[in-house]
């Protein structure tokens, strides 16, 4: 099979990051519930490590998941992506030192001025260790798809044919139009690239004024930028691990997921719309062009709709009536399209804009995203693991695995859903310390999160028990 | 091909245009600097300098020199000390030439991935620049003034809209052309 070797090291790397990181999530409900003490300090770097690990490893592991598929096409750079790995690990334990040794915190979006103006929360060597870190983390996926996309147009001539434009005007058969492993791979491309441009800017950005801060800089446009790459890089990763879902079912039917028409066209919408929608992390921002605003309003709700619609869509169809055999992988892709499903429709709630007034910065905002993340994105990834152990391994699934999937459904469930309710309590995110009535859920969830973790384990087990038996 | 270089390189050096060049910061910046870049490339010519082949074969390390005097010159700090101090400005006269000399030599030798991060890299930087510059309150340069500055940043925003437009167009209509491998 293609460089099995790597896609492994990224699984385990990824899994077990994934897994670690859970741990401080549960650290942080239980300290906010009230079942543990935790210094607030502490509390913030737990949280600025849990989502730059979790972002980190998922979307490295995510990528794993295209980079199979897509080199099933296309010819992708082996040694670009053996160096994406060596970058991410570099870059990670630098930000690892900033953090824990030199106690950074200023969670994972970096929001300017934040890295230097922590009165005197941290100082300037775990500010820039955090940023370099980012910045190398960066490099590597740059270095990435910027080899996808090249492939692609080596292959099919354009970005533009990559997504099937020119089947879209018909100037090509719907029979010729691009696998679905070239199209997400061809829009991941396209929102990533951009988004690491904007990344690179202002972290370089927030370097110099972390160095020098006479050289101040526009709040606002900082801000624009760091949500313009941190909304749609952390967005990119479900549009990375869907590809599994496409791959797997045809595989596991018989039957081909062929691209058509209208899966073109809202694959090209949901590039155009990633691309758009950060602002809506700039609601609150009265300053803001009204017009930016309303478009981040607009087009969040109908975000990732087009290609969830086709999906799930052709996903009932692919699997109707065709006789599937379920196992692990097959299960845990469908959960994922589930999950997904259930997960943005708080998202389109919180998008409006006077629900959002209300909504914005409560812990309802990690309800959609725990949601859509853990019984989405990250089950794909999982999804992915059981597949390759199947069927480049031949490991057989044992009871305990099934017992992992349905623990794994309620508890990822159950720490989503505690989230939503803290919100509709109107508990703040990002708080350290919760007032009495806030603590129930976060207690419940910290305790559900518990057995998440032993599922995630058992998930992980079973792949690494393939990556051991093979070599 | 070579004697035009030298040419260039006199008339650059020439007192009247090097202080004319160098009183105004963005012609210091957008045509001293690549002028003398250009000398470089030019000097070079479609030769292939045997003495390179050696160790610039996969023109890797030439490019990376190339991109180190780069970035020396992107520091705000080293225009303006150019200026007053006269090794430095020894050392523009040389460095610049070399750059160009090295990049000529070594952009047709790497490789595409290579290219292409560079491409990007200069997007993102220029971005930067044109972000301090505009929007930084602080005078940056002792030699100049901070409306000059203004002019830079501006100049600088101009080249990432071109580098932009450039980079959609080559991914979404002409694809990678004669330069795919
Ligand atoms: C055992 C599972 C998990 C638990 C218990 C957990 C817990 C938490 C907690 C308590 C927070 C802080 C909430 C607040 O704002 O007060 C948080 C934030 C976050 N989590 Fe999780 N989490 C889990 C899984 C995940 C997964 C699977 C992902 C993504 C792949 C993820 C990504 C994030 C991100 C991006 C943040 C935002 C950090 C910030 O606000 O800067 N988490 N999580
Ligand atoms: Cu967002």
Redesign the interface.
């Known amino acids: 099979m293609v460089h099995n070797r790597l896609i492994k090291n990224y699984l385990v790397i990824g899994g077990i990051v994934i897994l670690l990181m859970m741990v401080f999530g549960i650290l942080m409900l239980l300290a906010q519930g009230g079942g543990l003490s935790l210094s607030p300090p502490t509390f913030y770097q737990f949280m600025t490590i849990h989502g730059t690990g979790m972002i980190g490893a998922a979307a490295l592991a995510a990528s794993a998941v295209m980079w199979y598929f897509l080199s099933q096409h296309v010819t992708l750079s082996k040694r670009i992506f053996k160096a994406n790995l060596i970058l991410f690990l570099i870059g990670l334990v630098l930000v690892i030192i900033g953090v824990f040794s030199f106690d950074y915190a200023s969670a994972w979006t970096f929001l300017y001025p934040l890295p230097t103006l922590s009165a005197k929360a941290w100082g300037i060597i775990g500010a820039l260790l955090y940023l370099f870190g980012m910045l190398i983390i960066g490099i590597g996926f740059l270095l990435l798809f910027i080899d996808t996309g090249r492939a692609i147009i080596r292959k099919k001539g354009s970005l533009a044919k990559g997504l099937g434009w020119d089947v879209i005007a018909g100037k090509k058969a719907e029979k010729d139009a691009p696998e679905p492993a070239i199209i997400a791979g061809t829009m991941v491309t396209i929102v990533n690239v951009t988004a690491l441009i904007a990344g690179a800017t202002v972290i370089m950005m927030n370097i110099i004024h972390t160095i020098n801060p006479a050289f101040t800089f526009d709040p606002l446009l900082a801000k624009n930028l760091t949500y313009a790459f941190g909304h749609v890089f952390a967005n990119s990763i479900i549009y990375m691990s869907v590809i599994v879902v496409y791959e797997l079912l045809a595989k596991y039917t018989n039957r081909s997921w062929k691209a058509n028409k209208v899966f073109l066209i809202a694959w090209s919408m949901s590039t155009i719309f990633t691309l758009m929608i950060y602002t809506h992390h700039m609601l609150m921002d009265s300053v803001m062009p009204k017009w930016m605003l309303i478009i981040g309003q607009v087009f969040s709700y109908a975000n990732g709709l087009p290609v969830l619609i086709v999906t799930a869509y052709g996903t009932l169809m692919i699997v109707y009536k065709s006789g599937i055999k379920w196992d692990m992988s097959s299960g845990l892709a469908f959960l994922s399209m589930f999950g997904w499903t259930v997960g943005v429709v708080p998202a389109i709630i919180d998008a409006t804009i006077v629900v959002n007034h209300v909504m914005h910065n409560t812990k309802w905002v990690p309800g959609h995203f725990h949601m859509y993340m853990g019984l989405g994105a990250v089950v794909m990834i999982f999804a992915f693991m059981y597949y390759l152990a199947k069927v480049d391994g031949g490991l057989k699934i044992t009871k305990l695995d099934w017992i992992a999937f349905f623990s794994y459904i309620v508890t990822m469930a159950a720490v989503s859903v505690q989230f939503l309710v803290s919100g509709a309590l109107s508990t703040p995110r990002r708080w350290a310390t919760h007032t009495p009535e806030w603590m129930g859920p976060a207690l419940f969830g910290g305790i559900a999160g518990v057995f998440l973790v032993i599922a995630t384990t058992l998930f992980i087990v079973h792949f690494v028990r393939y990556v051991c038996n093979e070599t | 091909m070579m004697k035009l270089a030298i040419l260039f390189f006199i008339l650059l050096l020439a007192p009247v245009i090097r202080e004319s060049l160098e009183s105004v910061m963005v012609l210091h910046m957008f045509l001293q600097l690549p002028l003398l870049i250009l000398v470089g490339v030019l000097l070079h010519g479609n030769r292939n300098w045997r003495f390179l082949e050696k160790w610039n074969d996969n023109g890797v390390a030439g490019m990376l020199l190339a991109v180190g005097v780069l970035i020396f010159w992107m520091l705000p700090r080293s225009l303006d000390d150019a200026l007053t101090e006269i090794e430095l400005e020894i050392w523009k006269f040389a460095s610049l030439p070399l750059l160009g000399f090295l990049w000529k030599n070594s952009w047709r030798k790497i490789g595409?991935?290579f290219k292409?991060?560079l491409y990007?890299?200069f997007?993102?930087?220029f971005?930067?620049l044109a972000?301090?510059y505009l929007?930084?309150?602080?005078q940056i340069c002792n030699n100049y003034l901070i409306n000059e500055q203004h002019i830079v940043g501006a100049v600088y925003l101009s080249s990432v809209l071109v580098l932009l437009l450039n980079l959609l167009y080559i991914?979404?209509?002409?694809?990678?052309g004669e330069e795919?491998e």
């Open positions: 595409g991935i292409s991060f990007i890299n997007l993102s930087m971005g930067l972000w301090l929007g930084t309150p602080v991914v979404f209509f002409r694809g990678l795919a």
